[in-house]
């Protein structure tokens, strides 16, 4: 994106308050929706997004547009902060409603149990890390394989394998109360 590239310079350039408010404001909506799925509370996200954004503003003199593209790299930046967030204050889970109905085609999308959802919110946080990232990408921010590939640095058989064993494991231990 040209404006994206334009506005990354006069913010490392110059420090420009304006650009970097409008750098925010592109993808401020969709990053927040983006957390808002995963911890469930208005208030968490808010602060979870403008933590991210703080973090990538401040963090911008290593971005390399050439490993990925600043939208990835500031989902990566989020995915993370959410991680972090969960380990520490491991929130109630929010249902799933019409309107947060994840797009993956298997049982993930026919939770409405909120305790079953929290159980699995709760198996999910004990992962490592780098697992928990490939299932809230995929789940949460309806990022294809491949793009899930670019944004960890993994090769995408190997993000494939682990969301499939996961899955599985998630349908063995869950699947009958789905």
Do not use: C
Not at 120 to 128: A, M, Y
């Amino acid at each position: 994106m040209a404006q994206e590239k334009k506005l990354i310079q006069e913010i490392l350039n110059r420090s420009s308050k304006n650009a970097a408010d409008k750098l925010v404001r592109i993808y401020y909506d969709e990053l927040y929706r983006y957390l808002y799925r995963q911890v469930g509370n208005p208030e968490d996200a808010l602060d979870l997004t403008q933590e991210s954004f703080i973090a990538a503003l401040r963090s911008l003199p290593s971005f390399d547009p050439q490993k990925a593209s600043f939208r990835t790299w500031l989902y990566r930046i989020a995915t993370h902060k959410t991680i972090d967030s969960l380990r520490r204050f491991h929130p109630v889970t929010v249902p799933l409603t019409d309107e947060t109905l994840l797009s993956e085609d298997d049982f993930a999308t026919n939770i409405s149990d909120k305790e079953l959802l929290s159980e699995i919110e709760k198996s999910i946080r004990s992962l490592d890390p780098a697992l928990q990232e490939i299932y809230r990408l995929r789940l949460y921010g309806d990022y294809s394989f491949p793009e899930i590939s670019k944004i960890t640095r993994q090769p995408e058989a190997k993000i494939k394998a682990q969301y499939y064993r996961l899955m599985q494991k998630l349908r063995k231990e869950y699947g009958n109360h789905a």
